[in-house]
């Protein structure tokens, strides 16, 4: 019985500490918010440039999403994805999606797949478009080939944009991702049956997968494409995506 008793103070002294470091990481959050407004206002009222204020209002809609007031934070963060997809600033813009799929609103999946077209499609940090094929494959049922498509993806692009030590971190993580992808989506565990898996799902040309990709990238957006595509893919030098 001591130990019982024991045991469950331990429980709601865990419990409490959690609650306390909650409550501190909140407050600083708020903190960090306030000071973002104020300098939001600050910018506002001296007719600041326009890539200032899209800046300022990303970071403000980044930290109202990490206080899950993703409501506030949808105005500001399509507000400045209008502003750098219109700048050819494609990295921001994607980077701008990621905020607005984390926002957790209507439009949420649709901000997703335009993010993740953005990410492939331009010559963007790999390391944010991993992340945003990462939300497709935490978001997808177990048995779905959509993850796979986007672990494989992310795997492609860590190979042939990465560079130097930011490739093999990259490398190892996507790697470790599709291996958990296969497992769970076909029971794999050996290199032997993740290469046939791959090869039943033609996951082993990127001609391949990448036209796959294309086809979840329209589930998630529909028909609420916020950009002109082709346009966007004619001011590019290059194109590598879907």
């Known amino acids: 019985m001591k130990q019982f008793d024991l ?8 419990a409490a500490d959690s609650i306390i470091n909650r409550s501190a990481q909140n407050a600083s959050l708020e903190s960090h918010l306030n000071t973002l407004q104020d300098q939001l206002r600050t910018l506002e009222r001296a007719h600041a440039p326009a890539h200032s204020l899209a800046d300022a209002r990303l970071q403000v809609a980044r930290t109202l999403v990490s206080l899950e007031r993703g409501d506030e934070a949808w105005p500001l963060g399509r507000a400045a994805f209008d502003h750098f997809i219109a700048n050819d600033l494609f990295e921001l813009a994607a980077d701008a999606c990621d905020v607005l799929f984390q926002a957790a609103q209507p439009d949420s999946i649709s901000a997703l797949g ?8 331009c010559p963007i940090d790999p390391e944010l478009t991993v992340e945003l094929l990462s939300h497709v494959i935490d978001e997808t049922p177990d048995d779905a080939d959509g ?16 560079q130097h030590r930011q490739r093999e971190d990259l490398m190892f993580f996507t790697t470790q991702l599709l291996g958990t992808v296969a497992r769970r989506h076909s029971g794999v565990e050996t290199p032997e049956q993740l290469e046939s898996w791959m090869e039943r799902l033609e996951l082993k040309e990127p001609e391949k997968f990448l ?6 990238v329209d ?10 595509r082709e346009a966007l893919q004619e001011r590019l030098p290059f194109t590598s995506g879907s």
């Open 114 to 121: 335009q993010g993740i077209w953005l990410a492939v499609t």
């Open 7 to 14: 045991l469950a103070t331990q429980i709601k002294d865990t």
């Open 211 to 216: 036209v796959r990709l294309r086809n979840v």
């Open 147 to 162: 993850a796979a498509v986007a672990a494989t993806t992310a795997l492609f692009i860590a190979d042939v944009r990465a």
């Open 219 to 228: 589930v998630l957006v529909q028909d609420d494409w916020w950009f002109d």
